[in-house]
């Protein structure tokens, strides 16, 4: 099967856009509310009129059927063919020619509508005489009681054909009453050219007060199309003005507020992260830089040249761990690391990272103490948890004074397995408390990451721990030590 060329319709739909160009959300919903309205107008104004038609002439028709009763029961005509007939009003026996021959045609007087009398083969026997010279319509080929709309001479009428029975039970003649219809016909004319003239003026007025109050309904809708024109890096902290009425455009308002307050928020931490991250690797490379600058100016000794290359390799090896954990971070950020979970005991997963940070707490004199390490599987990932809890150990180790020691506990509190990890430490302060796991953000700032760390460490506990459903919190008092707070699902 071949394609589609989406150029062709691209171009195609260019095409129709420069004759058709859209329309806006305002137009549009004038647009579509004005055909509505149009529709169901015409609608109306349909159903009335007919609704008026059928009234009317239906009451003509029983007007006409009220004639033609009287007019039967009231029957006397002259002559052999009616003669079981009683007289119709006042008769005047007079001779018309029909067809060639010399019939007797019977003179009737009415005052209301116009009678005439029809034989078997169409020929006039009787007429009121206000008809004169006209004749009413009559059709042979009607069979039974027939109404119809006909005219007497100019002017319109409402006509109804009565079969007259002889004793045999045939048609002998047909009676045929009228009554006049135009007044109540230019009354329908006044009427339909009103409607005709009056429904386009309707419809072009309600076009334009509904796009004026659609105008004003999207008048919030305008306000953040102008903001979002005018947000640039200088005033992201502009918003949207929050309409008057708590409805729908107030909660679009309130919704795309809270959105950019989120992005703010992430641009001014990706901001923050690209210029420390630039900064922590610009200041090994500097070092190495310039000793290594240094080192190619004159000839010097070997065990100088050896210090030098070391003290390079020292920064490298840094660099390569900021990139390291850099790297962990944007990786678990992505989702692109898959957990491997399983159940471990909590205990021998401490014990092994204190095994493997000793050397690390000697080197302080720093101690582990044990309050309870009871015994207890979780379900996480070990690679992960080995990762957590090397980073809080760790950073325990960094900030405790030497000679002083680290509380382990592990307990159940609620069904809970909880492990606390408490050093005595310089402490946090209360207001730098919630910062402490963002990327590169180190209490003291005045140390550097040669001696405080990068302020990576508890960002990358934070992340694992919320990939795993790990609770993670954190207390501290200044001059008195920080504690962390794990707490692990049930299994």
């Given at each position: 099967m071949k394609r589609p060329d989406n150029s062709v319709s691209a171009s195609r739909s260019v095409q129709i856009g420069k004759f058709f160009p859209p329309m806006s959300l305002r137009n549009r919903i004038a647009f579509y509310y004005t055909v509505t309205t149009a529709l169901l107008m015409a609608a109306v104004f349909g159903a009335i009129f007919f609704s008026i038609d059928r009234i009317v002439f239906l009451h003509f028709d029983q007007e006409l059927r009220h004639e033609a009763s009287?007019?039967?029961?009231?029957a006397r005509l002259k002559g052999k063919l009616f003669s079981e007939l009683e007289r119709l009003c006042e008769l005047d026996s007079t001779e018309v020619k029909l067809n060639g021959d010399k019939l007797p045609v019977e003179r009737i007087s009415t005052d209301s509508g116009f009678i005439e009398i029809f034989d078997r083969q169409g020929r006039v026997v009787g007429k009121s005489l206000n008809l004169e010279n006209h004749s009413l319509k009559f059709n042979t080929g009607y069979s039974g009681v027939r109404f119809f709309d006909s005219t007497v001479g100019p002017e319109p009428v409402r006509e109804v054909q009565v079969p007259l029975i002889d004793k045999k039970g045939e048609v002998a003649a047909w009676l045929v009453v009228a009554i006049p219809t135009g007044n109540i016909l230019s009354i329908f004319i006044d009427l339909r050219n009103i409607m005709i003239v009056s429904f386009p003026v309707i419809i072009l007025f309600l076009f334009i007060l509904t796009r004026a109050i659609a105008g004003r309904s999207i008048r919030p809708i305008e306000e953040v199309i102008s903001t979002a024109e005018t947000l640039t890096q200088e005033n992201f902290g502009q918003r949207i003005p929050l309409p008057r009425q708590h409805d729908e455009l107030y909660r679009l308002s309130?919704?795309?507020n809270e959105l950019l307050d989120r992005l703010q928020e992430a641009f001014e931490r990706e901001k923050h992260f690209t210029a420390d991250a630039s900064h922590e690797l610009r200041t090994p490379l500097a070092v190495v830089k310039g000793t290594l600058d240094v080192l190619v100016r004159k000839p010097r000794a070997v065990e100088h040249y050896e210090e030098k290359i070391r003290y390079c390799l020292d920064e490298l090896q840094r660099m390569s761990r900021l990139i390291d954990q850099l790297l962990i971070l944007a990786r678990y950020e992505q989702g692109a690391v898959k957990l491997h979970i399983a159940p471990i005991e909590l205990s021998a997963a401490i014990e092994s990272v204190i095994a493997r940070l000793g050397s690390l707490a000697s080197d302080k004199q720093i101690s582990f103490e044990r309050e309870?390490?009871?015994e207890g599987q979780v379900s996480v990932d070990p690679f992960m948890l080995?990762?957590?809890?090397?980073?809080i150990l760790s950073n325990a180790?960094?900030?405790s004074p030497a000679g002083s020691s680290i509380e382990i506990d592990v307990a159940r509190q609620s069904g809970l397995l909880v492990c606390t990890i408490a050093d005595h430490g310089p402490g946090i302060p209360?207001?730098?408390?919630?910062?402490?796991?963002?990327?590169f953000y180190r209490v003291d700032e005045s140390r550097s990451s040669g001696t405080g760390g990068f302020g990576l460490g508890l960002s990358i506990v934070k992340k694992l721990s919320d990939i795993q459903h790990i609770g993670v919190?954190?207390?501290?008092?200044?001059?008195?030590?920080?504690?962390?707070?794990?707490v692990f699902q049930r299994l």
């Open positions: 009287e007019a039967l029961q009231k309130a919704t795309i309870r390490l009871e080995d990762m957590i809890l090397e980073n180790i960094k900030f209360e207001d730098k408390l919630q910062r402490v796991f963002d990327r919190s954190v207390t501290s008092r200044e001059r008195e030590g920080t504690a962390f707070r794990l």
